[in-house]
């Protein structure tokens, strides 16, 4: 059980307020830290954007000795790339940060503070810091989506729209969960940080079309690390080309079982904790 955990008495909608006022708090913080770095906060907005136009240059290039990889073409790809770099975007700019720090915090005894505070640990820790620099190119991603949904000529329905938030949402979800079950790690090695970075290359996987994968990988990385259907199955929808609803529910399935499998062996991690004074 959490240390700080106490019964809430209080109704839903008050306790909802309190944390959404939690939050606005630390986005201020977190803005007002990014403004007194300013070089270092468009430093890696250029990185990120240079990075992702690299990924969009290689596609074309692929692209010129071949018409289309399985079913995708190339524009369907550079939708699929644009999708899954927004994804990674809006989980990097809400969490990865936060992640990455917790085996610091576990190692230099910060989290005794952080466990005495009045309010859920796991929220505290994983919604700290908001990296401004990420909803940056996210907004980018989303342009290159929306060019490329012009050169195929989709002209998707309001729900698919929804639809495909919704699912990105997940995709988030699932990304969340993996790397704060990999980051809770920290809790019996001290150091994970190679870990909850190694994890973080795997990202890379979530840009390849599905049909690229045959056989073990195909099954490994849709259901041991759910990689190819974070965005390929948001992306699907957007494109027509989802041939049942099973994708959907999959990746629906994947996510509530990513996040329930977290969420147990994160609680089961901070009973591990002894703190820095033991």
Not at 45 to 55: C, N, R, Y
Not at 202 to 221: Q, W
Not at 241 to 264: D, R
Request: charged fraction near 10%; proline fraction near 3%; include cysteine.
């Amino acid at each position: 059980m959490d240390p700080n955990a106490t019964r809430n008495t209080q109704p839903a909608p008050s306790v909802l307020r309190r944390y959404l006022g939690i939050y606005a708090a630390l986005a201020k913080n977190s803005v007002a830290r990014e403004m007194g770095f300013k070089s270092n906060f468009l430093l890696w907005i250029v990185v990120d954007s240079l990075w992702f136009a690299l990924q969009v240059c290689f596609i074309s290039v692929l692209y010129l000795h071949t018409d289309a990889i399985g079913s995708w073409t190339k524009w369907q790809v550079v939708l699929l790339i644009a999708a899954s770099n927004f994804i990674q975007q809006i989980f990097q700019a809400l969490f990865l940060v936060n992640l990455t720090n917790l085996s610091e915090l576990v190692r230099q005894g910060k989290l005794d503070f952080l466990l005495l505070l009045p309010a859920n640990t796991r929220f505290i820790i994983s919604c700290r810091q908001v990296d401004l620099g990420g909803f940056f190119n996210a907004t980018a991603a989303a342009c290159v989506m929306f060019y490329a949904a012009h050169q195929l000529q989709l002209h998707p329905t309001f729900w698919q729209i929804a639809g495909f938030l919704a699912l990105c949402l997940l995709g988030v979800m699932i990304h969340y969960s993996l790397m704060l079950l990999l980051a809770a790690v920290c809790f019996w090695t001290v150091k994970a940080q190679g870990i909850v970075w190694g994890y973080y290359n795997l990202f890379n996987i979530a840009r390849l079309p599905d049909a690229a994968f045959r056989g073990f990988f195909r099954a490994f990385f849709t259901f041991a690390v759910p990689m190819l259907i974070v965005a390929n199955v948001p992306v699907k929808l957007l494109a027509d080309k989802l041939s049942s609803p099973f994708e959907m529910l999959l990746l629906v399935a994947m996510a509530a079982a990513c996040f329930v499998f977290s969420s147990w062996f994160w609680k089961r991690s901070v009973r591990n904790y002894t703190s820095a004074s033991s």
